[in-house]
């Protein structure tokens, strides 16, 4: 009777317990735990996902740093969201206290599932993405990245006849997508991509799909966004980790992206084991490959673990370069005086005889100044991408729990009017003639600490010889409509997501002199005899 009655009472404590729980920890959070940084409210039991629109989602994040503070806070569900709404906060958090801050948020379908932990940029900091750095490191370091120069210059002189020969107003941005594309597979792998139509950039545009599908909305959705992913039930379990204690055979949520896991598997081994052979052979080209594979053993990684590694310039490096070039020739059309004094450098350093080089660089110093303008006038990763930390902090009073997401506010920093004066305007001027350090090293679309983008200075590269070329070979003029009107795009009217580009708009590429049609082809034919080593 006697046991009875304690059982009874065991067990009528532990269900007050876990009915109390959830009421004892609100308390403890909004009553005695420090306080987190200011933020919008929220009541009791509800987070601020109703207050985070769908779209777009930065703009709002930096009203919030207006009202706030630079170091703001809310939730997403349960997960407390940082933002740093300046660079200063973002230096002080993420790059000094970079031990704490360089975590990345738990992404249980797109990450652990469908790319079986092995995709960097999803991982968290530890052993196992150091492994996956120095690869990074090796392959995409300042000194190793200027043996893609020739390779970024061969496809630079094809591309400008490529765009000579465009017919539409919009076959631009396939040339590009092909160039920049051939530009990161020769980077990987030291091999070149002829055409859109290329087996191989159709079977990784069809891997760039799958993983849009399976990682990138989704990975919005499972940091707490809304997001137009409609994929119902299938990401249910990064809201709710516990159905990961399912047995296996019942965790219906696995099975499509282990599927796709495989396929991708095969085709980046594929894709390393080419290189494997040419290094057999001694034809390899340089590339993150051709460096890397015979260090493997030192970095630590398998196989498949490096096969990955191999796969991030085109997983990170392609969309985020095209965006990049496409903000560069908006931003030509509406500001043609910026292009013409652009232009007017470029002929009094390199004239009309010949393609300006990677030579020309520290000669073009308004050059270097419109590319960084570029990066900041439209940052095509608005929030980069989110940090997570790994233990609590205080900063300024403040208490960041262990596990928040914190985000720098990358497009709040390059709007910021106390630095960037009219932020609309685009003017590479407020890069020269400054003391700034901030303005001198300016690098903050490229995120960080230690999770800062590793692909910065080859998408710099290519940028630069880009840019330099087309403004050398072309004037950047608004297509005309049936009525012969100029059409003008807007220089608002950007996709939304974790990156951002400008929506299609038309534009005409028109020779600069007569014999810039000569040069092109000249340089194209030229180059084209030198592709060779790269096929
Ligand atoms: C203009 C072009 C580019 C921009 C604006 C850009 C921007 C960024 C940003 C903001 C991040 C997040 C940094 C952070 O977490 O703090 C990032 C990460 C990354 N980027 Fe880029 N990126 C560009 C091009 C490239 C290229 C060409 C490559 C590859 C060759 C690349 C590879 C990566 C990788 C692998 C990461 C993940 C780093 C990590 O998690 O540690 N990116 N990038």
């Not at 390393?272 to 493997?296: E, F, I, W």
């Not at 520290?362 to 997570?388: D, F, N």
Request: hydrophobic share 40%.
């Amino acid at each position: 009777m006697k046991d009875t009655s304690s059982l009874a009472n065991t067990l009528g404590l532990a269900a007050l317990c876990i009915l109390t729980f959830p009421l004892l920890k609100k308390l403890y959070e909004n009553i005695w735990r420090p306080k987190l940084p200011p933020g919008p409210p929220r009541s009791f039991f509800r987070d601020n996902r109703p207050d985070v629109p769908s779209a777009y989602f930065w703009k709002t994040f930096r009203s919030w740093s207006m009202q706030y503070g630079p170091v703001v806070s809310f939730y997403l569900g349960s997960t407390p969201v940082i933002v740093l709404g300046t660079s200063e906060a973002a230096h002080d958090l993420l790059e000094k206290r970079g031990d704490i801050y360089s975590g990345r948020p738990r992404i249980i379908v797109g990450q652990e599932i469908y790319s079986g932990g092995m995709r960097g940029t999803g991982m968290s900091y530890g052993p196992r993405y150091r492994r996956w750095k120095s690869l990074m490191q090796a392959g995409l370091n300042p000194t190793a990245v200027v043996n893609y120069r020739p390779i970024q210059s061969i496809e630079s002189s094809i591309l400008l006849r490529d765009i000579l020969n465009s017919n539409g107003p919009l076959q631009y941005k396939d040339h590009i997508r092909r160039f920049v594309a051939s530009i990161m597979f020769c980077v990987a792998y030291g091999r070149r991509i002829k055409a859109l139509a290329d087996d191989l950039v159709v079977r990784n545009m069809k891997t760039e799909e799958l993983s849009t599908l399976v990682s990138r909305q989704p990975f919005l959705r499972s940091l707490g966004f809304k997001s137009s992913a409609s994929v119902p039930g299938k990401f249910i379990v990064d809201s709710w980790p516990v159905l990961l204690y399912l047995p296996r055979f019942l965790q219906w949520f696995r099975w499509e992206p282990e599927k796709m896991r495989q396929l991708d598997a095969e085709q980046y081994m594929a894709a390393m084991n080419d290189v494997k052979r040419q290094l057999a052979d001694n034809s390899a080209q340089p590339s993150m490959a051709a460096y890397s594979l015979t260090k493997l053993a030192e970095f630590g990684l398998s196989d498949v673990e490096a096969a990955y590694a191999l796969s991030s310039p085109w997983s990170a490096g392609v969309g985020t370069t095209i965006a990049s070039i496409e903000v560069f020739i908006l931003a030509m059309l509406l500001f043609p005086l910026v292009q013409k004094k652009a232009q007017e450098e470029i002929d009094s350093v390199v004239g009309q005889s010949r393609l300006p080089g990677f030579q020309d660089y520290g000669s073009l110093p308004y050059i270097q100044a419109l590319i960084k303008e570029v990066t900041r006038w439209r940052c095509i990763a608005p929030m980069g991408l989110p940090h997570a930390t790994t233990a609590d902090d205080m900063h300024e009073g403040m208490f960041i729990p262990k596990g928040s997401t914190v985000y720098a506010n990358i497009y709040a920093m390059t709007t910021d009017p106390e630095i960037f004066a009219d932020p609309d305007e685009f003017r590479p001027e407020r890069f020269l003639d400054t003391s700034n350090p901030g303005l001198i090293n300016y690098s903050i679309p490229f995120g960080f600490g230690r999770r800062l983008c590793p692909g910065k200075h080859v998408a710099q590269q290519t940028l630069f010889i880009t840019t330099v070329r087309i403004l050398w070979a072309f004037n950047i003029i608004p297509s005309l409509d049936e009525m012969g009107n100029q059409i003008i795009p807007s220089a608002e009217d950007f996709t939304s997501g974790l990156t951002t580009r400008p929506t299609p708009f038309p534009c005409r590429f028109e020779p600069r002199q007569g014999s810039t049609v000569e040069v092109v082809h000249n340089e194209a034919e030229r180059a084209d005899a030198e592709t060779s080593a790269w096929e």
